[in-house]
């Protein structure tokens, strides 16, 4: 079964990282938006009745100063706080037992490259559960990118360098990764299938011709 699950139904622990993330500001968004209609509507109902004792000054100082500085910072406190907590979870550097497997975009398919088994496919690439892979992306004409949003983020294949974009799966599953940067005509029918499999179906997969 191919899943069609998507960045809010994390498969792995990288992209258990991001959608944490992404749940927290979708969570603070909502609670900033819900604190705001609550003041709008009690500053409606009450009709520009002012407290006499306050001065104008006062008032205006404490909403300026309330709503536009302190608020604001502690929301982006604890965003940026999470941010570098997450990328700490996303490796950015190849661990030592991750699997490497060289990707090579082409107009409008992927090359796929086991250097270590000695195995090429194309748009079909296998992982087994449980281990970082490291993909070393490039590209072979224009720029591409990948992304499997089950797995993890988004990566560029770029024509003058390589990239490096670890995953992880938890279980088996089949996901798509598709070409996320527009590359010509065909870009919305690029996509690879990720077989993410359990160590001895991989190492079959391998011994396979
Ligand atoms: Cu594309």
Not at 5 to 10: E, I, N, R, W, Y
Not at 12 to 23: F, N, Q, T
Not at 98 to 126: C, F, M, N, S
Not at 190 to 207: C, G, I, K, S
Request: with cysteine.
């Amino acid at each position: 079964m191919t899943s069609a699950a998507g960045a809010l139904d994390p498969r792995g622990p990288v992209a258990d990282g991001i959608a944490d993330l992404w749940w927290l500001m979708l969570a603070i968004g909502v609670a900033v938006f819900v604190l705001f209609a609550v003041l709008l509507g009690l500053g409606a109902l009450r009709g520009g009745r002012d407290d006499p004792e306050e001065s104008e000054d006062k008032r205006i100082r404490r909403w300026i100063i309330g709503g536009g500085v302190i608020m604001p910072t502690i929301v982006l406190v604890v965003v940026f706080g999470a941010t570098v907590y997450a990328m700490r979870v996303l490796p950015s550097t190849a661990p030592p037992d991750a699997l490497r497997i060289e990707i090579v975009g082409h107009q409008w398919w992927y090359e796929v490259h086991y250097p270590e088994q000695g195995k090429t496919t194309r748009d079909e690439l296998h992982m087994p559960v449980g281990r970082p892979v490291a993909l070393q992306l490039t590209s072979a004409d224009v720029i591409h990118s990948f992304w499997v949003p089950e797995l993890g983020g988004k990566m560029d294949l770029l024509p003058d360098g390589t990239n490096v974009l670890v995953l992880e799966a938890d279980e088996p599953g089949k996901y798509i990764a598709r070409c996320a940067e527009f590359c010509g005509l065909e870009h919305a029918t690029m996509q690879l299938v990720v077989v993410a499999e359990r160590p001895e179906e991989f190492d079959a997969w391998v011994a396979q011709q």
